[in-house]
């Protein structure tokens, strides 16, 4: 679903990394890693074609990115409603499927049932109708998720998604990305900083390391080795008796 | 003016239709009907400060119209609009914004000020300007008020889900395609136009009652747009002109009635305790009045 090939990423005239080439397969659910600053975000910007690669060309299931993409979900990092007080979930749904749309046209019954199977796919039916600023931030994630996938995209950008939710919530978010991927096909892109919830989930990560963006299977990442270079900070993989896999500082 | 001023107007019937006051309620009518319309995406869009100091950049359009002998609303207009630019261009980091904004609020004040002695203006043009005077607007008046309505209504109905879509989730909406920052300039210009009308309703000072007020209120018993603008609306049009009437009847200034009055339906709907979820939560989409 993506292709990258000798890819900068540069804002204003600071590079902030460079030399992308690699690959990712469809359909796959790929963790963004890399320390605070590297450009995780900055590369969503660039597949969601917001911003223009400073040099090489990037492909977007197999097209040009471009701004607008309607088969691209999105769900920013930070995500918390601006004015939560002032809108319901559902609306908050519903923008994902008509909030490009001019004029006053009523939203259809066949639009209206989207939503609902949104909401429905996420698990947020029981608190649909109440204001974002009385929801968790668990279920203010499924809002947006649902908000993300209300218009049957075919790949998902999830920036930090399980920063500030508690295990339950982290575990209950990663099946969800699982059952969808695997219902609909469709790719997954999460930027996260923690692995852990993640690995039981992900086909492979994009990496970015010493201003590299890489690509490799999970197998490959999750190496003592690599991670430890990549946060500057000793980290050590243990695998379980029940072949359970963790990382954590040593 | 002696306590004894206030005094119960026996031909207050007669006084409500005149001339005059017909032409105070239609344009009271307009005005209120034009703030509702507004007044949701003014707090979605976390722009109550910039509505309050639009009024203010208004200040000196209107005291300096008299300095070169245009019309209040001419100044009004011209320099609320030129100050909504300037603001919607300076864009979405909140605390520069405000700064910035209330900076210019208070440098244009000080012109305001400035313009109103040098035109040597009467002080009762003055405290009309900072407290509004239904009672003076002509025909000429009410006719731009229609004008600016009808646009406020038909760009808002043209951008209505973009807009809302980019007020509330600006970084989803830009990725989408919405041109988030094009619609922050559009919105900004049509609240001018709709602080230019406000201003000659309750004045500079007393914006906010009429701008902001009617949505928090309304925003406590429903979060769903079409219902809010709805409601907003019958808030202050109902104030408008239940204001109107008590001032004809003990023969006071408007401009007092019609705020007390909004703000007495705002801590009523502070103080009932909101419906967290709506009677009719089942289908969750019934009857919406508009646009969503
Ligand atoms: N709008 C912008 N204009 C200029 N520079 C920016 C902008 N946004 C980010 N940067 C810079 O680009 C670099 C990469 O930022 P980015 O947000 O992509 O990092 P990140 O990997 O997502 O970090 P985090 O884990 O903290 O979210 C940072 O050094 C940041 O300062
Ligand atoms: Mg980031």
């Not at chain 1, 990115?65 to 519903?94: E, K, T």
């Not at chain 2, 509702?36 to 100091?53: C, D, P, Q, T």
Request: with cysteine; aromatic share 6%; net charge neutral.
């Amino acid at each position: 679903m993506l292709e990258l090939e000798n890819v900068s990423a540069v804002r204003g005239d600071r590079t902030i990394w460079e030399e992308g080439t690699f690959h990712v397969p469809s359909g796959s659910i790929v963790a963004v890693i890399g320390p605070n600053g590297s450009g995780k975000t900055t590369l969503l910007t660039m597949i969601l074609g917001l911003l223009k690669p400073g040099s090489g060309t990037l492909r977007v299931l197999g097209e040009e990115p471009r701004r607008g993409n309607s088969r691209i979900g999105y769900v920013p990092q930070n995500y918390a409603a601006i004015a939560g007080d002032s809108i319901r979930a559902c609306d908050m749904v519903l923008l994902g499927l008509t909030g490009t749309r001019y004029g006053l046209k009523r939203t259809t019954a066949s639009e209206h049932a989207r939503v609902q199977e949104a909401l429905a796919e996420v698990g947020a039916t029981h608190f649909a109708d109440r204001r974002m600023s009385q929801l968790s931030g668990g279920q203010q994630q499924r809002v947006a998720i649902a908000q993300a996938l209300v218009s049957k995209p075919e790949m998902l950008l999830l920036d930090e998604p399980l920063a500030n939710l508690d295990v339950r919530n982290q575990q209950d978010i990663v099946s969800l990305l699982k059952r969808i991927n695997a219902e609909s096909g469709i790719g997954i892109l999460v930027v996260a900083h923690d692995l852990n919830p993640l690995l039981s989930a992900l086909d492979g990560a994009i990496y970015l390391l010493d201003g590299h963006p890489h690509y490799a299977g999970v197998d490959d990442v999750v190496s003592e080795e690599l991670l430890t270079h990549l946060y500057g900070t000793a980290i050590k993989v243990v695998r379980t008796a029940q072949g359970d896999l963790f990382t954590r500082s040593a | 003016m002696n306590p004894a001023a206030i005094a119960f107007q026996s031909n207050w019937v007669e006084v409500i239709s005149s001339d005059f006051m017909r032409t105070a309620f239609t344009a009271g009518t307009l005005v209120a009907v034009a703030s509702g319309l507004i007044g949701y995406f003014v707090i979605v869009r976390g722009s109550m400060f910039a509505s309050h100091a639009l009024a203010h950049i208004g200040f000196p359009g209107a005291t300096g119209a008299a300095l070169v002998g245009t019309s209040v609303m001419t100044g009004l207009v011209a320099f609320t609009v030129i100050g909504a630019v300037v603001i919607g261009l300076l864009g979405k980091r909140a605390s520069d914004r405000e700064i910035a904004t209330g900076t210019v609020l208070a440098f244009a004040t000080a012109l305001g000020v400035l313009f109103a002695s040098l035109a040597s203006e009467n002080t009762s043009t003055v405290t009309s300007i900072l407290f509004g005077n239904l009672l003076a607007i002509t025909t000429g008046q009410l006719i731009i008020f229609a004008v600016f309505l009808g646009v406020l209504a038909v760009v808002l109905g043209a951008l209505f889900k973009p807009l809302l879509f980019a007020s509330i989730d600006p970084a989803v909406a830009e990725a989408r395609g919405v041109p988030v920052k094009g619609l922050g300039v559009i919105f900004m210009v049509l609240l001018a136009l709709v602080v230019s009308m406000a201003v000659s309703v309750v004045g500079v000072l007393l914006i906010f009652a009429l701008l902001v007020t009617p949505a928090a209120a309304a925003l406590r018993f429903t979060a769903r747009p079409g219902w809010v603008i709805l409601w907003s609306a019958v808030i202050g049009v109902f104030s408008v002109i239940a204001g109107l009437v008590i001032a004809a009847i003990v023969n006071l200034p408007p401009s007092f009635f019609i705020v007390s009055l909004v703000f007495i339906i705002w801590l009523v709907s502070v103080t009932i305790r909101r419906d967290s979820s709506p009677p009719n939560s089942a289908g969750g989409h019934s009857g919406h009045p508009a646009g969503n």
